[in-house]
């Protein structure tokens, strides 16, 4: 045995703050510990580079970030944070996004913008929904996702949209899940924007996103770069893989053999992932909680393409298919996002597709389908999916996969979650972010959560 690793298994000096994962969440945490006076902190990231789920892949020329991000917010704090953190490497766009259903495309979101659907499809959806409407009047509340969406939407929004395309998204059973966190993600419309958005086209792009910001160079990563050029060096430590926490010693294990003891312990894990750390004096009611936390995975199959048009004549960010025959639920175009995507004359898409023991996927036969439906759905010929050395377009595919990726909202999820925190706070454990919290949350909600975590620990 050499002298660093008998060294290595001994217990470091206790640190005042340890953070557990460098994504968005931890960043966030690490920069308000810093900047809240708290510089005795260090942070923890198992991967060779920071950033978590806002990381972006350069490959040939072309940068894909992990799934479509953007950047909104309606707090003015994170916007003027975002601000500060990219400068000048930050461009304004304005959303250019799509609904692809009974072979056209109309603009999201697609419960007011039927402009262009088939004359039957349109009565189906104003009609639907006018029922919809008289019907909740006099019914409960719904039971479960599902019947939340046919009764906010009526039934012909519910069959030719949201049920099927909520079903690829999530890949879950649809009626096992909740709706309390659905907020403001879905616009609920009124009749007479459904009325007038059937009769023609959008005058401007609504929502929260309607407006968004991208960086300039370096994709979305270039976010996650900017927390780490506000930390000290030392404190961030990549390819650190904790394997055990100890709440009663207050000491983290590294796969290395070091240990770490920490005073307070942020941890931006997957929650059942750090019950898990936690070892056998969980009580059973707490191991179970942390086994029922679902999610699914979700796999990136990216493109790159010589040449810049699509079939469809607008630009598009990107666009939503609900057709249950294509593979994929959302296809975005980074290249639109920002030139520095993709190198001159080429461009670039995303596909993304769920999976989850419900909705099992081929990975091995990923590729091949998604290039067959992209021609299935106009954006490309059955020519120009093949390679560019056989004479199609196609000058590269990668895929990525994200697991975990969504949080599942089943029946569940609330008690889950609950008795999951309930057991760690007497630890002085702090749990926070996405995968933390255990919720569905956006960045501008991510970076908050970092700075809430922060500004709890004691001084």
């Known amino acids: 045995m050499t ?16 953070v557990l994962g460098a994504g968005l969440t931890g960043l966030s945490a690490a920069y308000h510990l810093e900047r809240g006076g708290h510089h005795d902190y260090l942070v923890l990231e198992a991967e060779d580079r920071v950033g978590g789920l806002l990381r972006t892949e350069h490959v040939a020329g072309f940068s894909f970030d992990h799934a479509i991000h953007i950047l909104y917010t309606r707090e003015e704090y994170v916007s003027g944070l975002i601000h500060d953190l990219l400068r000048d490497n930050l461009g304004r766009q304005r959303r250019r996004s799509y609904c692809h259903s009974a072979g056209v495309y109309t603009e999201y979101p697609y419960q007011t913008n039927n ?18 409407r008289h019907e909740s009047l006099q019914e409960g509340p719904p039971e479960h996702y599902e019947a939340w969406l046919l009764r906010t939407f009526g039934r012909g929004i519910a069959d030719h949209f949201m049920l099927p395309y909520n079903r690829k998204q999530w890949a879950w059973d649809l009626q096992a899940m909740s709706y309390d966190w659905i907020e ?22 609504t929502g929260p996103n309607r407006e968004f910001w991208y960086p300039r160079t370096s994709g979305i990563e270039a976010l996650a770069l900017g927390f780490v050029q506000h930390l ?27 240990r770490l003891r920490y005073g307070s312990l942020i941890s931006t894990l997957p929650l059942g992932r750090l019950v898990a750390m936690l070892g056998d004096a969980v009580p059973p009611a707490v ?24 079939g469809p004549a607008e630009p598009m960010h990107w666009a939503y298919y609900p057709d249950a025959d294509v593979l994929f639920h959302r296809i975005s175009f980074p290249h639109r996002f920002s030139a520095a995507m993709a190198p001159p004359g080429c461009a670039s898409l995303q596909a993304e597709i769920s999976e989850s023991s419900l909705r099992p996927v081929d990975r091995g036969d990923i ?4 290039l067959a439906d992209l021609v299935r759905v106009g954006l490309l010929t059955a020519d120009e999916i093949l390679p560019v050395e056989r004479g199609g377009r196609v000058a590269l595919t990668q895929v990525v996969s994200l697991d975990p990726a969504y949080v599942i909202y089943d029946l569940h999820h609330r008690r889950h979650v609950r008795t999951v925190k309930e057991h760690l706070r007497p630890l002085r454990i702090q749990t926070c972010g996405r995968f933390g919290d255990w919720e569905y949350f956006n960045m501008d909600h991510a970076i908050l959560a970092g700075k809430q975590a922060a500004e709890a620990v004691p001084d």
């Open 232 to 258: 000290p060096r030392p404190r961030l430590r990549l390819s650190q893989r904790v394997v055990r926490v100890d709440p009663a010693r207050r000491e983290i294990a590294l796969a290395s053999g070091e």
């Open 115 to 132: 402009f262009g659907l088939p004359p039957e499809v349109i009565a189906d959806n104003v009609l639907g929904l006018i029922s919809a």
């Open 367 to 370: 590729v091949r389908r998604t």
């Open 287 to 310: 191991v179970e909680a942390a086994r029922g936390l679902l999610h699914n995975t979700v796999h990136t199959v990216n493109v790159g393409l010589r040449g810049t048009t699509f």
């Open 184 to 205: 403001d993600r879905v616009p609920v419309p009124s009749i007479r924007d459904v009325l007038l958005g059937a009769l023609r086209r959008p005058l401007e792009a």
């Open 3 to 18: 002298r660093r690793t008998r060294l290595a298994s001994r217990p470091s000096a206790q640190l005042p703050v340890v």
